[in-house]
Protein backbone atom coordinates (compact mmCIF):
# COMPACT_ATOMS: atom_id res chain seq x y z
CA UNK A 1 0.00 0.00 0.00
CA UNK A 2 1.41 3.40 -1.04
CA UNK A 3 0.30 6.63 0.07
CA UNK A 4 0.58 10.37 -1.48
CA UNK A 5 0.11 13.84 -0.88
CA UNK A 6 -1.21 16.64 -2.94
CA UNK A 7 -1.26 20.25 -2.38
CA UNK A 8 -4.31 21.94 -3.51
CA UNK A 9 -3.56 25.21 -1.84
CA UNK A 10 -2.09 26.62 0.64
CA UNK A 11 -4.74 25.37 3.16
CA UNK A 12 -5.74 22.46 1.65
CA UNK A 13 -4.16 18.47 1.23
CA UNK A 14 -5.67 15.58 0.10
CA UNK A 15 -4.23 12.50 1.06
CA UNK A 16 -4.56 9.33 -2.31
CA UNK A 17 -4.32 5.84 -1.06
CA UNK A 18 -3.33 3.74 -3.77
CA UNK A 19 -4.25 0.06 -3.20
CA UNK A 20 -2.97 -2.72 -5.04
CA UNK A 21 -4.50 -6.13 -5.77
CA UNK A 22 -2.42 -8.94 -4.43
CA UNK A 23 -2.26 -11.96 -6.11
CA UNK A 24 -4.23 -15.35 -3.98
CA UNK A 25 -2.05 -18.06 -2.92
CA UNK A 26 -3.40 -21.85 -3.90
CA UNK A 27 -2.89 -24.64 -1.51
CA UNK A 28 -3.98 -27.59 -3.17
CA UNK A 29 -3.67 -29.69 0.30
CA UNK A 30 -1.04 -33.01 1.12
CA UNK A 31 -0.25 -35.75 -1.43
CA UNK A 32 -2.41 -38.67 -0.81
CA UNK A 33 -1.75 -42.59 -1.33
CA UNK A 34 -5.46 -44.34 -1.26
CA UNK A 35 -6.52 -47.86 -1.65
CA UNK A 36 -9.13 -48.74 -4.02
CA UNK A 37 -11.96 -50.90 -3.87
CA UNK A 38 -12.28 -51.58 -7.41
CA UNK A 39 -11.11 -50.08 -10.87
CA UNK A 40 -11.75 -46.13 -9.92
CA UNK A 41 -11.91 -44.61 -6.69
CA UNK A 42 -13.97 -41.06 -5.50
CA UNK A 43 -11.47 -38.95 -3.86
CA UNK A 44 -11.92 -35.79 -2.09
CA UNK A 45 -9.90 -32.94 -2.31
CA UNK A 46 -8.57 -30.26 -0.17
CA UNK A 47 -8.00 -26.72 -1.28
CA UNK A 48 -9.42 -25.37 2.09
CA UNK A 49 -5.68 -23.56 2.71
CA UNK A 50 -5.46 -21.29 -0.23
CA UNK A 51 -5.69 -17.44 1.11
CA UNK A 52 -6.06 -14.16 -0.15
CA UNK A 53 -4.26 -11.78 1.29
CA UNK A 54 -6.54 -8.53 0.92
CA UNK A 55 -9.70 -10.58 2.11
CA UNK A 56 -11.36 -11.34 -1.01
CA UNK A 57 -14.02 -14.49 -1.56
CA UNK A 58 -12.19 -17.16 -4.04
CA UNK A 59 -13.37 -18.85 -6.62
CA UNK A 60 -11.29 -22.72 -7.15
CA UNK A 61 -10.19 -24.49 -10.63
CA UNK A 62 -9.11 -27.54 -10.65
CA UNK A 63 -7.57 -29.37 -13.61
CA UNK A 64 -5.53 -32.66 -14.48
CA UNK A 65 -5.40 -35.35 -17.17
CA UNK A 66 -8.86 -36.67 -16.94
CA UNK A 67 -10.66 -33.69 -14.79
CA UNK A 68 -11.99 -30.55 -13.74
CA UNK A 69 -13.34 -29.28 -11.06
CA UNK A 70 -14.25 -26.67 -9.29
CA UNK A 71 -14.67 -25.09 -5.56
CA UNK A 72 -12.28 -25.31 -2.48
CA UNK A 73 -13.61 -29.48 -1.80
CA UNK A 74 -14.23 -31.35 -4.90
CA UNK A 75 -15.11 -34.70 -5.08
CA UNK A 76 -13.13 -36.33 -8.30
CA UNK A 77 -13.07 -39.75 -9.24
CA UNK A 78 -9.65 -41.44 -10.38
CA UNK A 79 -8.71 -44.40 -11.70
CA UNK A 80 -5.95 -46.65 -10.72
CA UNK A 81 -2.31 -44.69 -11.28
CA UNK A 82 -0.87 -41.70 -10.23
CA UNK A 83 -2.30 -38.64 -11.34
CA UNK A 84 -1.28 -34.62 -10.57
CA UNK A 85 -4.01 -32.38 -10.03
CA UNK A 86 -3.30 -28.70 -10.36
CA UNK A 87 -5.45 -26.17 -8.06
CA UNK A 88 -5.66 -22.09 -9.75
CA UNK A 89 -7.54 -19.75 -7.17
CA UNK A 90 -8.96 -16.63 -8.53
CA UNK A 91 -10.17 -13.28 -6.05
CA UNK A 92 -12.01 -11.56 -9.09
CA UNK A 93 -9.13 -9.99 -9.78
CA UNK A 94 -5.63 -11.73 -10.25
CA UNK A 95 -4.98 -16.15 -10.60
CA UNK A 96 -2.75 -17.56 -8.11
CA UNK A 97 0.35 -19.07 -8.98
CA UNK A 98 -0.49 -23.16 -9.60
CA UNK A 99 0.00 -25.84 -7.14
CA UNK A 100 -0.61 -29.33 -7.71
CA UNK A 101 -1.23 -32.15 -5.52
CA UNK A 102 -0.15 -35.82 -6.41
CA UNK A 103 -2.68 -38.56 -5.56
CA UNK A 104 -1.41 -42.17 -6.03
CA UNK A 105 -4.22 -44.67 -6.17
CA UNK A 106 -3.36 -48.58 -5.94
CA UNK A 107 -5.10 -51.02 -7.13
CA UNK A 108 -7.29 -53.39 -4.95
CA UNK A 109 -5.06 -55.61 -3.02
CA UNK A 110 -1.63 -53.75 -3.47
CA UNK A 111 0.13 -53.30 -0.18
CA UNK A 112 1.09 -49.32 0.50
Do not use: C
Not at 8 to 29: D, E, M, Y
Amino acid sequence: MTASEFTLSSSQTVRVKVIANRAPIAHAGADQTIQAGGSIVDVRLDGSASTDTDGDELSYRWSGATNTAHGHNPMVRLPVGTHTLTLIVNDGKTDSEPDSVTIRVLSPGHNR
